[in-house]
């Protein structure tokens, strides 16, 4: 068959099943696949492929069932896409040729920041680099130079619509990253990412110490008589960027100071002894229908590790609880002889309506222009003023969990407000806000570790790379990878060689070598021999390297 009549066949395919059967009628014209070329097409699905499965991918050729470049030729493509510490260049490059051709709707929204727990590990690579301490980028401080990594802190941006999630950039730190060095983070990955083409409105972050301290950095703050919840835009003037908290850290907050002290609100005292026993009356008799079905003893009294799950805190606030006190009104009220139930269920009732307001996944309970979700946030956050005014600071949540709310909350009407009225918005997904993203993240990354829940950093940024990388990779629906990003994910050699070698050639023949040397240095070509460095190793090294020499 002729390459005319073998393109005309193929052309009532789709590009997807096109690639493969031209490489399999490729590879029937040669003796063997060694030394073939591929498509970038072609190699872009291939490492896709084998990614998401590499026990797939080596079932494939074995059984000759389709032609696929051998897994020694796949990182040679990869060379350009390097996995490093703090914020890639090389991510940006392929970012940026993926927004030209997203809709500014996918392009508008957040980035998500928080660590993982690593394992400390020194790991000696090829180049005789030793990897596994503390890497911050530009923010790296002498003295943490010799200090082994334990955490990874990651910048994620999180669109408010479409399924494009990104990895921006990450950091290892010993312990956790300091407020001073967090705030830096924030302003360069949101520069970077306005550079390339994605437009961040919304910081969210969880409830730690040093959150809130980046916070102070900021002048963001949350009283009764004045609540800052954003700032100027540091990429535009006309634009401000908000701060949150996660939200369902905080429920986790509010079910704390319910089930450990109680609160007093305007209506009464909210107490958990009332669900108690409301719950205790539910499960008297096995036999009978129950009210609370899905209620256990880790929802009204969870222990140290429980306290921790999102999920038990969301059930202290449905409306089986609810459905619960209403049932047993008298039999609890007989018991808890201090007040009546009717204050507890009033909260309940209250917290269960700002979670369905602010946890919106579809389009349904999203929150629009006068729906209400709209007004649920607007009247808990005028509630949260009444209630510190009526109780003061005794009986009331605390400081930090105030705050947090007042906050948050704030960040999201105001996020609202400006994507409907200025970004042409209909309406608001509420979860798009919230860390679950990242959590999810941070769970395919302690899955991709086998049976050790706190990967090293080697494989910490091995794995992140391979999810970054997936993310680019990935064709829009209806639609394939642009020629451009498969240009800047993609690459056979480095870009260095093609750019000057013919100038080190020219050098080389006329025998100026300091020449050579400053033109490689100009170039930061030098930066894998680092034979000259005069730093003195750490004692951990000299241990580690001697570790092998005793073998």
Same mark, same amino acid.
């Given at each position: 068959m002729s390459e005319e009549k073998l393109q005309e066949s193929l052309a009532g395919l789709p590009e997807k099943q096109r690639q493969p059967v031209q490489a399999c009628f490729e590879a029937s014209k040669r003796k063997g696949t060694q030394g073939m070329k591929y498509s970038q097409e072609w190699v872009l699905e291939c490492i896709l492929m084998r990614i998401k499965s590499p026990k797939l991918y080596e079932h494939i050729p074995r059984h000759n069932i389709m032609v696929l470049p051998r897994k020694r030729c796949l990182p040679r493509y990869m060379k350009g896409y390097k996995s490093s510490f703090c914020l890639n260049e090389n991510i940006f490059a392929a970012i940026t040729a993926k927004t030209k051709d997203m809709d500014e709707f996918e392009r508008h929204g957040g980035i998500l920041i928080d660590e993982m727990k690593l394992s400390e590990c020194l790991k000696v690579t090829s180049n005789g680099r030793i990897e596994g301490f503390v890497d911050l980028g530009p923010h790296t401080t002498t003295d943490q130079n010799? /200090?082994?990594?334990?955490?990874?802190?990651?910048?994620?941006?999180?669109?408010?619509?479409?399924?494009?999630?990104?990895?921006?950039?990450?950091?290892?730190?010993?312990?956790?990253?300091?407020?001073?060095?967090?705030?830096?983070?924030?302003?360069?990955?949101?520069?970077?990412?306005?550079?390339?083409?994605? &437009?961040?409105? &919304?910081?969210?972050?969880?409830?730690?110490?040093?959150?809130?301290?980046?916070?102070?950095?900021?002048?963001?703050?949350?009283?009764?008589?004045?609540?800052?919840?954003?700032?100027?835009?540091?990429?535009?003037?006309?634009?401000?960027?908000?701060?949150?908290?996660? &939200?369902?850290?905080?429920?986790?907050?509010?079910?704390?100071?319910?089930?450990?002290?109680?609160?007093?609100?305007?209506?009464?005292?909210?107490?958990?002894?009332?669900?108690?026993?409301?719950?205790?009356?539910?499960?008297?008799?096995?036999?009978r229908l129950k009210a609370m079905p899905h209620v256990t003893k880790a929802v009204i009294e969870p222990n140290g590790c429980e306290k921790m799950k999102v999920n038990f805190a969301f059930s202290l606030f449905r409306d089986e609880v609810l459905r619960g006190l209403y049932a047993y009104c008298d039999d609890v009220e007989r018991?808890?002889?201090?007040?009546?139930?009717? /204050?507890?269920?009033?909260?309940?009732?209250?917290?269960?309506?700002?979670?369905?307001?602010?946890?919106?996944?579809?389009?349904?309970?999203?929150?629009?222009?006068?729906?209400?979700?709209?007004?649920?946030?607007?009247?808990?956050?005028?509630?949260?003023d009444a209630w510190e005014a009526h109780v003061g600071k005794l009986g009331f949540l605390t400081p930090g969990t105030a705050e947090g709310l007042q906050v948050t909350l704030a960040s999201t009407l105001s996020l609202f407000d400006y994507v409907t009225t200025k970004r042409g918005y209909k309406y608001l997904l509420t979860a798009r806000l919230s860390q679950d993203p990242l959590e999810n993240l941070f769970g395919i990354l302690r899955q991709m570790s086998g049976i050790n829940d706190h990967p090293t950093p080697s494989r910490f940024l091995l794995s992140v790379n391979s999810l970054s990388f997936c993310s680019l990779a990935k064709a829009p629906a209806n639609g394939n990878v642009s020629t451009a990003l498969v240009s800047s994910l993609l690459s056979t050699s480095s870009e260095w060689p093609k750019q000057i070698q013919g100038k080190l050639d020219e050098l080389m023949d006329v025998g100026c070598l300091n020449a050579v040397n400053e033109v490689l240095e100009s170039c930061d070509l030098l930066r894998d021999h680092d034979a000259t460095d005069s730093t003195k190793s750490d004692s951990r090294v000299a241990y580690y390297v001697a570790g092998y020499v005793a073998r």
């Open positions: 010799t /200090e082994t990594c334990d955490h990874g802190l990651v910048v994620l941006f999180q669109p408010f619509s479409g399924n494009f999630q990104q990895i921006l950039g990450v950091f290892g730190s010993h312990s956790s990253v300091k407020a001073e060095v967090l705030c830096k983070i924030i302003v360069d990955a949101t520069l970077e990412a306005e550079k390339a083409g994605l &437009f961040v409105d &919304f910081v969210t972050t969880d409830a730690a110490s040093w959150n809130r301290s980046m916070w102070r950095s900021f002048g963001i703050r949350g009283a009764a008589d004045k609540t800052v919840c954003k700032v100027q835009h540091p990429a535009d003037d006309n634009r401000s960027l908000h701060f949150l908290l996660d &939200f369902p850290y905080l429920v986790k907050c509010v079910r704390n100071c319910v089930v450990s002290t109680g609160l007093h609100i305007p209506e009464g005292c909210v107490r958990m002894d009332v669900v108690k026993e409301a719950w205790k009356c539910d499960n008297r008799d096995v036999v018991i808890c002889v201090h007040g009546s139930s009717s /204050e507890t269920a009033c909260y309940v009732k209250r917290m269960s309506k700002l979670i369905a307001a602010t946890t919106s996944r579809c389009s349904r309970g999203a929150m629009r222009i006068g729906s209400i979700s709209h007004t649920q946030v607007k009247c808990f956050l005028a509630y949260l």
